[in-house]
Nanobody, 123 residues
Framework: QVPLVESGGGLVQAGDSLKLSCTAS????????MAWFRQAPGKEREFVAF???????SYGEFVMGRFAISRDNAQNTGYLQLNNLKPEDTAVYFC?????????????????WGQGTQVTVSS
């Protein structure tokens, strides 16, 4: 088990930016693939971004260049930079991790999960 803790969410206006953090403990962080998902009320969890320990990156189709995933293995932390936020980005954002290398976009592929951090974007 690798505990994950997200932070950085909040209430912002459309066009603003946020940087979410995901700090891991209790495991070999540098060998974990990490991803971000989001879930709006009444909706299923949606893939946002992926970063492997090899630095392979992938983003959901809706991102359209606005978001950026990164990681700092020395700090046991992953990040999701959210730029030009829109009201439709409002959701709980979850950090997730797995020990395998390949890109996956479904929540069931990920073993470790954080508690989520709320992002609310007003018009």
């Amino acid at each position: 088990q690798v505990p994950l803790v997200e932070s950085g969410g909040g209430l912002v206006q459309a066009g603003d930016s946020l940087k979410l953090s995901c700090t891991a403990s209790g495991g070999t962080f540098s060998r974990l693939s990490m991803a971000w998902f989001r879930q709006a009320p009444g909706k299923e969890r949606e893939f946002v971004a992926f970063i492997a320990w090899t630095c392979t990156l992938s983003y959901g189709e809706f991102v359209m260049g606005r978001f950026a995933i990164s990681r700092d293995n020395a700090q046991n932390t992953g990040y999701l930079q959210l730029n030009n936020l829109k009201p439709e980005d409002t959701a709980v954002y979850f950090c997730a991790a797995k020990s395998t290398l390949g890109l996956t976009k479904t929540p069931s592929s990920y073993i470790y999960w954080g508690q989520g951090t709320q992002v609310t974007v007003s018009s």
